[in-house]
């Protein structure tokens, strides 16, 4: 009779730890078309002090009147940098260009789906979709998508204020991707801000390779377990990607993941803005050595581009959706959930032994 009770209360532990487990995603944003660049606030500045880029981030009146954010015939969100105005001649001159932030924060629990045809590139043209903390560094940031100048690999990576956050070794055995940096955290006074990077081994996730094979989509979560990121190319979109309710579990391996064992997702990583802009040059397109791994023959440096508009003919985003799901789960019902499951899987270890005892 024991070791019946003790095999119908391991089969309960399980039972409920199953359900923990197991997640239902509700759809909280569906952005596309007009609603999607009324969902974010134009981040204006004349001056990029963050990048140091050679670009003058337009509000949203000027970016309108400027054709910079609209919505073209196919009902595509396009995000551009000017590519009519010409400035030869002015070795200081700034392009304008684009900075938007989200009006609602991503929250732990929450699953980002990113449906694109094209992501900006060219020599000097620096993309990003990332989300970023309150509080940066100390609150975090989450980079989904970025590279830079003819690049044709996505780069993944997070970026921490805590000193102990780390891509632990054993995300490289569950992710496809190539881990170049698995130190996350950054200290501003000492100029370290290169993340804990995942390189895809995709060529058609980023420039010109991903416009040619119209487009793909990205995905990011962020739960109790750590982050993962997601590249699907046009031909390997999950079924139930667009759907109301995807199942990430059912999806392939991700691209890139950083398990909570290396770095807490609740603890280290604060509300999120979701952000999505195009820099020129600056600390990344415009470094010496990474212009020069693509770019070299084109010009001599960075800046000397920037006065000319034709190239920029390829420095737009043109976006399907952006669609945001969550569990519901706020920082506070995580850690009762990390409790719970803990709590379980004591019960689940205790009870193993003492039927393992009887039988």
């Not at 003790?6 to 509700?26: G, H, K, N, R, V």
């Not at 078309?33 to 990048?51: C, I, K, P």
């Not at 910079?68 to 995000?79: A, K, P």
Request: some cysteine; overall charge negative; glycine content about 6%.
């Amino acid at each position: 009779m024991m070791a019946l009770s003790l095999a119908f209360l391991l089969l309960s532990a399980l039972t409920t730890l199953t359900a923990i487990c197991a997640q239902t995603y509700t759809i909280s944003q569906n952005l596309s078309g007009s609603n999607f660049l009324s969902a974010f606030a134009y981040n204006e500045s004349a001056v990029d002090y963050n990048n140091f880029g050679n670009v003058h981030f337009l509000s949203q009146s000027d970016a309108v009147a400027d054709n910079l954010t609209y919505v073209d015939s196919n009902g595509h969100v396009i995000i551009k940098v000017d590519n009519t105005t010409d400035a030869n001649g002015d070795s200081t001159f700034g392009r304008n260009s684009v900075y938007l932030e989200s009006n609602e924060m991503m929250t732990i629990g929450s699953l980002l789906v990113f449906d694109a045809v094209h992501i900006p590139y060219g020599c000097s043209v620096w993309p990003s979709l990332f989300t970023q903390g309150q509080d940066w560094p100390d609150n975090g940031e989450m980079d989904l998508i970025e590279n830079v100048n003819l690049a044709t690999s996505n780069q993944y990576s997070l970026h921490a204020g805590s000193s102990s956050c780390v891509q632990s070794s054993s995300a490289t055995s569950n992710q496809t991707g190539t881990t170049t940096s698995t130190n996350c955290t950054v200290v501003p006074s000492e100029d370290e801000n290169t993340g804990c990077v995942v390189e895809d081994t995709q060529t058609d996730s980023f420039g010109a390779g991903f416009a040619e094979n119209n487009g793909g989509v990205y995905a990011v979560l962020w739960d109790e377990s750590g982050i993962a990121m997601w590249f699907f190319n046009r031909s390997s979109v999950p079924s139930d990607i667009s759907s109301s309710q995807p199942d990430p579990t059912s999806w392939s391996t991700a691209s890139a993941w950083y398990p909570a064992s290396g770095c807490s997702p609740s603890s280290v990583f604060g509300p999120q803005t979701i952000t999505l802009y195009i820099d020129i040059c600056g600390a990344f397109a415009g470094d010496t050595t990474t212009f020069d791994e693509t770019c070299s023959s084109v010009a001599s440096n960075c800046t000397s581009l920037v006065q000319t508009a034709s190239n920029y003919d390829n420095a737009y985003w043109e976006i399907n959706y952006l669609r945001l799901f969550t569990t519901g789960t706020s920082n506070d019902a995580h850690a009762e959930t990390v409790f719970s499951y803990k709590t379980l899987l004591a019960i689940l270890v205790a009870a193993s032994l003492e039927l393992y005892m009887l039988l």
